[in-house]
């Protein structure tokens, strides 16, 4: 995005799977720390900056009970722990409190199930409770406040 001529913003939904994977995907050891994720977002800002692009950032959703069903006879493999919804809240305390970007969307809040808030609210899980379904999406987008685009 940075290469493309006439772009004046980017929005940035990075995260989840630098969480969720290790250990799960891809072997234990590649686990990311909350720093790593923050310093890996502060790249982009600067670099984004760098060619007077706005930056917006967005939380990370929850991801509690997440799969990826690789069909019979393989068993589904899950993505959540303790340890991971750490990082995960520790950065989205980071995005949502740091300043850094140029604006901040709370996906994690439009998502999230209120009354269990480390899983998707049902009526926007696409069925892995990982990835949001149409309805999600269409939450995700009107979480964005078109305001951000004024003026630059």
């Known amino acids: 995005m940075l290469a493309q001529a006439g772009v004046k913003y980017v929005i940035v939904g990075l995260g989840i799977n630098d969480l969720a994977f290790p250990g799960s995907l891809t072997a234990a ?3 990311i720390e ?6 890996g977002y502060r ?3 600067a670099r984004a900056h760098q060619r007077g692009i706005r930056i917006i950032g967005t939380t990370n959703p929850p991801f509690e009970n997440s799969f990826l069903d690789l069909g019979r ?3 589904p493999i899950t993505f959540y722990t303790r340890e ?3 990082v995960r809240q520790k950065v989205n305390a980071w995005i949502l409190s740091s300043g850094e970007f140029d604006g901040v969307v709370d996906l994690d809040a439009v998502l999230r199930d209120p009354s269990h808030p480390t899983q998707l609210l049902p ?3 696409s069925g892995d409770h990982l990835h949001p379904n149409n309805a999600g999406a269409r939450a995700e987008a009107d979480a964005i406040p078109l ?6």
């Open 29 to 31: 050891t590649e686990s």
């Open 34 to 39: 909350t720093e790593n994720i923050i310093s």
């Open 43 to 45: 790249q982009l800002i």
């Open 73 to 75: 006879p393989t068993p």
């Open 84 to 86: 991971k919804e750490s």
């Open 123 to 125: 009526i926007y899980d």
């Open 147 to 152: 305001t951000m685009f004024e003026g630059h």
